[in-house]
């Protein structure tokens, strides 16, 4: 299916919800929640909500005929995203590990979706994200000082993991509604991930902030991010999702700028720029730059 533009606003209004993540992880950090916890958490809610509007609409998903190779594939890249990301930070550290998952996360999407999909990226494509990839160097303040290689592993595999969901995301919602795909790739990566609630510390769970939070981290940043994304990705390439979903740094800068009081020195606001100027080139013109699509 061919890009337009709102595809691309889609997908920009999934990494709008996805961008609340730090806030409400650093409003109940001190309460003990931990960053394992808090994915398991929100993957089991944001399923159990959308299982929730599915039976109001009266549409309960059914998984029959639906391609086993690419389901599967979609929940290991979701899984393998929650596990990764965070090992990944805690190894290569929170800047480092961040651009190497989030900046590696539009290569791998569009490698893989020229391998499975046959689906090149448009023009407009290129230049757009080298802008944004730049734009996310700058915006971690290019801190990569002691960062080594072996130390990229798991960040790096966190992007193929992402990539990996939304290339297989991309080709189950070609002939399914993506809030049915959404509703059983949550579920099930939810009752996988549960059992990490049982070795995670997980009483903030039970105080009045930390129910608020979950039920935000699970409708919000879940329910309400991925199903916009897929939404989004129906109608436009993977490799261009991808690359759009790395706006959700900026949003995230944004508020913690503006609600937790964060410094924006010179390198993050023109981090920001290059970020949002590349977005605005694959929303404004998502089909080609040079004249006509190289597809």
């Not at 931990?34 to 599915?54: D, E, M």
């Not at 998984?63 to 890249?77: D, E, H, Q, R």
């Not at 994200?129 to 000082?145: E, R, S, V, Y």
């Not at 800068?253 to 977005?279: D, R």
């Amino acid at each position: 299916m061919k890009n337009d533009m709102a595809g691309a606003l889609f997908v920009l209004a999934g990494a709008l919800c996805f961008s609340t993540t730090g806030l409400t992880q650093a409003i109940i950090a001190a309460d003990g929640a931990t960053p394992l916890a808090v994915g398991a958490i929100r993957t089991l809610i944001g399923g159990l909500a959308l299982l929730a509007l599915c039976c109001f609409r009266g549409k309960i998903p059914r998984i029959k005929g639906w391609p086993a190779k690419n389901l599967a594939a979609c929940c290991l890249g979701l899984i393998g995203f929650q596990l990764f990301f965070f090992k990944g930070v805690l190894q290569a550290g929170v800047a480092a590990g961040t651009l190497a998952s989030i900046g590696f996360t539009p290569v791998a999407a569009a490698i893989l979706s020229a391998v499975f999909l046959k689906e090149r990226p448009a023009q407009s494509w290129y230049p757009a994200t080298l802008l944004i990839l730049a734009g996310l160097w700058l915006l971690t303040g290019a801190d990569l000082q002691g960062t080594t290689l072996n130390s990229l592993f798991f960040p790096l595999a966190a992007g193929a993991s992402y990539g990996f969901y939304l290339t297989f995301g991309k080709a189950l919602v070609k002939n399914h509604d993506p809030l049915a795909v959404m509703t059983v790739l949550l579920l099930i990566c939810g009752a996988c991930l549960c059992p990490l609630l049982f070795t995670e510390h997980a009483t903030w769970l039970f105080s009045g902030k930390g129910m608020m939070a979950a039920l935000h981290l699970g409708i919000v940043t879940m329910a309400a991010a991925h199903t916009l994304s897929l939404a989004g990705l129906s109608r436009t390439s993977a490799s261009t999702a991808a690359t759009l979903a790395t706006a959700e740094p900026v949003c995230a800068a944004l508020l913690g700028f503006i609600c937790l009081h964060e410094p924006v020195t010179l390198l993050s606001a023109s981090g920001m720029v290059c970020v949002i100027a590349g977005s605005l080139l694959l929303v404004l013109l998502p089909k080609t730059l040079f004249g006509k699509n190289n597809r």
